[in-house]
């Protein structure tokens, strides 16, 4: 069982700046594609962005490209989500998740972590 815990989340003004973090534990071996998700109130889950565990090239969603960072520290077992200039609509409960594929669609990601808002003021 893969055990993700984000943290990192908070409230912030339009064009400010937060890091997540999410720590993975347990049996990861089934898993090699790590990712963040977010939801917004009434709205589906997005994929935002996504890194296979073993390194190697970054996806992210429309939405973000180009604002947002992944990267991850396998040292530490830790993914990280920087996410600059932000804005109002990117208020949402940030979550990360562990798979096996690339495609940021949350049906093929079995491990969730509990999520960590993020609310930004304009």
């Known amino acids: 069982q893969v055990h993700l815990v984000e943290s990192g989340g908070g409230e912030v003004q339009a064009g400010g700046s937060l890091t997540l973090s999410c720590t993975r534990s347990?049996?990861?071996?089934?898993?090699?594609?790590w990712a963040w998700f977010r939801q917004a109130p009434g709205k589906p889950r997005e994929g935002i962005a996504g890194?296979?565990?073993?390194?190697?090239?970054?996806t992210y969603g429309a939405s973000v490209r180009g604002r947002f960072a992944i990267s991850l520290d396998n040292a530490k077992n830790t993914l990280y989500l920087q996410m600059n200039n932000l804005r109002p609509e990117d208020t949402a409960m940030y979550y990360c998740?562990?798979?096996?594929?690339?495609?940021?669609?949350?049906?093929?990601?079995?491990?969730w972590g509990q999520g960590t808002q993020v609310t930004v003021s304009s």
């Open positions: 890194v296979p565990i073993a390194g190697g090239p970054s």
């Open positions: 347990g049996n990861s071996a089934t898993t090699n594609y």
């Open positions: 998740a562990a798979g096996q594929t690339r495609q940021l669609n949350p049906r093929l990601f079995p491990h």
